[in-house]
């Protein structure tokens, strides 16, 4: 069992910046893919990003790949998710999650885009982008 325990968010001023953390507790957390999906207001989760634990290769959604970046410490079992220039359109609730990997096509069959993948998931965080 992994239980995920978000921090950070908030009101960010648009062109600001944001870091958003995600500390993990459970065992063998090298075999999990740890990612971060949004979720704003009438539309459906979405994913933004996704680290593999065990090499941390990281894998982003083309909408944020230029303003984002998902890093982890081992060392604190948590991952961050920095975004920078952030825009209004941006506001979300914001998610942590983590799947075991099961098959080796995990990440070349890009399993980690569908939240239906994920086994656990963070309490979520309200981003909101506004001046």
């Known amino acids: 069992q992994v239980t995920l325990v978000q921090s950070g968010g908030g009101l960010v001023q648009p062109g600001g910046s944001l870091r958003l953390s995600c500390t993990a507790s459970?065992?063998?957390?090298?075999?999990?893919?740890m990612s971060w999906f949004r979720e704003a207001p009438g539309k459906g989760r979405e994913f933004v990003a996704a680290?593999?634990?065990?090499?941390?290769?990281?894998y982003y959604a083309d909408y944020v790949k230029e303003r984002v970046t998902i890093s982890r410490d081992n060392a604190k079992n948590t991952i961050y998710l920095q975004m920078s220039n952030p825009k209004p359109e941006d506001t979300a609730v914001y998610y942590c999650?983590?799947?075991?990997?099961?098959?080796?096509?995990?990440?070349?069959?890009?399993?980690?885009?569908?939240?239906?993948?994920?086994?656990?998931w963070g309490q979520g965080t309200q981003v909101t982008v506004s001046s």
């Open positions: 680290i593999s634990w065990s090499d941390g290769h990281t």
């Open positions: 999650a983590a799947a075991l990997v099961k098959t080796r096509l995990y990440y070349s069959g890009k399993y980690y885009v569908s939240a239906f993948n994920y086994d656990h």
């Open positions: 459970g065992s063998a957390l090298d075999t999990y893919c």
